[in-house]
C-alpha cells in the first residue's frame, strides 16, 4: 500500500459505468487531487483541473471539489511539484499510462 501523508499530490481512481449504450462494463476514469485528511481507511481528497487544457499544469477550481475516497482508490503520488501563483506544474504528463 502506497504511504500517504497530509498533503501529498496524489491520482485518485474512480471505476464509472459504461458511458453509452455500446460500452459495457466500467470505465476507470483518473483524476489529480491533493490529500486534505489521512484517515484509517479513507482520505479527504481536493480535485484540481488542468490549466488551460495542458496535461502538465493543474489548478485549483473555483468551486471546491472535494470527496471522501478509498485509500485502495488512490493509486500513485506524485513527486513534488513546481507552484507558481496558484498554478501546480508537475513537469509531466501525470496521467501518461507508463506511469500508473
Given at each position: ?23 459495457k ?11 486534505l ?34 485509500k ?14 496558484g ?10 499510462k507508463?506511469?500508473?
Amino acid at each position: 500500500m502506497l504511504q500517504i501523508a497530509e498533503g501529498d499530490f496524489v491520482i485518485v481512481a474512480y471505476n464509472v459505468p459504461g458511458i453509452s449504450a455500446k460500452k459495457k462494463g466500467t470505465t476507470v476514469r483518473k483524476y489529480l487531487g491533493k490529500i486534505l485528511d489521512v484517515r484509517p481507511t479513507t482520505c479527504e481528497v481536493k480535485y484540481l483541473r488542468p490549466y488551460k487544457g495542458r496535461k502538465e499544469v493543474f489548478s485549483f477550481p473555483d468551486k471546491d471539489d472535494i470527496d471522501t475516497v478509498r485509500k485502495e482508490s488512490i493509486i500513485r503520488t506524485l513527486h513534488k511539484t513546481v507552484e507558481f501563483r496558484g498554478k501546480f506544474d508537475f513537469l509531466m504528463d501525470v496521467f501518461k499510462k507508463s506511469l500508473t
